[in-house]
Nanobody, 116 residues
């Protein structure tokens, strides 16, 4: 079983930046492709981006291109999501999981609130 622990969220002003982290532990043989998802209040879960095992291939949802950057550090079993130029509509709980389909149990997520 894989354990996923997200961190790095918080309250940030519009235009700010955040770097989210996803620590992966346990049986990681299923975590070849990893992804970030988010769920805004009252909305469905949406895929942000996915990254291949060696980080050489990344895919972003069309609406997420430009301000989001996914990366991973396999030596430390950690995946990252850099978010720049944050907007109020980025307010959501951010989760990591396998990608593009989330096959593992969800972590607690990390809350991002974008507000002035």
């Amino acid at each position: 079983q894989v354990q996923l622990v997200e961190s790095g969220g918080g309250l940030v002003q519009p235009g700010g930046s955040l770097r989210l982290s996803c620590a992966v532990s346990g049986r990681t043989d299923s975590t070849y492709t990893m992804a970030w998802f988010r769920q805004a209040p009252g909305k469905d879960l949406e895929l942000i981006a996915e990254i291949s095992l060696n980080g050489g291939r990344t895919n972003y949802a069309d609406s997420m291109r430009g301000r989001f950057t996914i990366s991973r550090d396999n030596a430390n079993n950690t995946m990252y999501l850099q978010i720049n130029s944050l907007k109020p509509e980025d307010t959501a709980v951010y989760y990591c999981n396998t990608g593009p389909l989330p096959l593992e149990s969800w972590g607690q997520g990390t809350q991002v609130i974008v507000s002035s």
